[in-house]
T-cell receptor, first 113, second 108 residues
Framework: SQTIHQWPATLVQPVGSPLSLECTVE??????LYWYRQAAGRGLQLLFY??????ISSEVPQNLSASRPQDRQFILSSKKLLLSDSGFYLC????????????FGQGTRLTVV | GQSLEQPSEVTAVEGAIVQINCTYQ??????LSWYQQHDGGAPTFLSY????GLEETGRFSSFLSRSDSYGYLLLQELQMKDSASYFC?????????FGTGTRLQVFP
C-alpha cells in the first residue's frame, strides 16, 4: 500500500535561519508531488508541484524553493526564513495526470520567531 | 486566473442535510474533488467527479456541472463528527488547485 511520510511535525525557527522539510512516498512510482501552505483558518495555497525528477513548477514567487532529487522524495527549502513563512505545510502525492485522489502527509507546523 | 469559490461557513444541526457549493474558473479541468479537513489534521479525500452528474458515497454525495463550472457536496444525516472544513479541488493539467474552503459546524 502507498504511504507518505512528512517530517518534522512541528518546527520553531528564528527569522533568517534556513529551512528543510522532507517528504517521501512509498508504494508508488512516478507520482505527482505537491507542497502546500495553509495559514490558520484558511485554504491551501499551492507552492510547488512536480511531475518528475528535477521537474519542479513554482506557483508563488517567494523565498522558498523545492527539489526532487529522487522519484519519491520532495524537499522544501529556504535559505533565510521570514516571519510570513509561518504556517502549516503539507506535502501530497497523486497519480500522474489521473487524479481521483490525492494523499497528504501529516503536515509540518512551522512557526518563525 | 484560477479560482475556486466556496461559502466561508455553514452551520446545521445533527441529522440535517447541508449542501456546500463550489464554483470554479481554471484554464484546464480534469475533474472536481472534495476533501475534508479536521482542525490540526491533513485533508482527506471524500469524492471525485470527472463527468456531469451525481456521485454517491454513503452519506456524502457530490455533483458536477461542467457547463456551469459548478459543483456541490451534499452531506446527509449530519453527525457531530462532520464538523470540519471542506474543500473542493480541481486538477488543472498537473496542478491540484484547492478552493477557499467551507467551515461546517454541526450543532446538537
Amino acid at each position: 500500500s502507498q504511504t507518505i511520510h512528512q517530517w518534522p511535525a512541528t518546527l520553531v525557527q528564528p527569522v533568517g535561519s534556513p529551512l528543510s522539510l522532507e517528504c517521501t512516498v512509498e508504494g508508488t512510482s512516478n507520482p505527482n508531488l505537491y507542497w502546500y501552505r495553509q495559514a490558520a483558518g484558511r485554504g491551501l495555497q499551492l507552492l510547488f508541484y512536480s511531475i518528475g525528477i528535477d521537474q519542479i513548477s513554482s506557483e508563488v514567487p517567494q523565498n522558498l524553493s523545492a527539489s526532487r532529487p529522487q522519484d519519491r522524495q520532495f524537499i522544501l527549502s529556504s535559505k533565510k526564513l521570514l516571519l510570513s513563512d509561518s504556517g502549516f505545510y503539507l506535502c501530497a502525492w497523486s497519480v500522474l495526470r489521473r487524479v481521483t485522489e490525492a494523499f497528504f502527509g501529516q503536515g509540518t507546523r512551522l512557526t518563525v520567531v | 486566473g484560477q479560482s475556486l469559490e466556496q461559502p466561508s461557513e455553514v452551520t446545521a444541526v445533527e441529522g440535517a442535510i447541508v449542501q456546500i457549493n463550489c464554483t470554479y474558473q481554471t484554464s484546464g479541468f480534469y475533474g472536481l474533488s472534495w476533501y475534508q479537513q479536521h482542525d490540526g489534521g491533513a485533508p482527506t479525500f471524500l469524492s471525485y467527479n470527472a463527468l456531469d452528474g451525481l456521485e454517491e458515497t454513503g452519506r456524502f454525495s457530490s455533483f458536477l456541472s461542467r457547463s456551469d463550472s459548478y459543483g456541490y457536496l451534499l452531506l446527509q444525516e449530519l453527525q457531530m463528527k462532520d464538523s470540519a472544513s471542506y474543500f473542493c479541488a480541481v486538477m488543472d493539467t498537473d496542478k491540484l488547485i484547492f478552493g477557499t474552503g467551507t467551515r461546517l459546524q454541526v450543532f446538537p
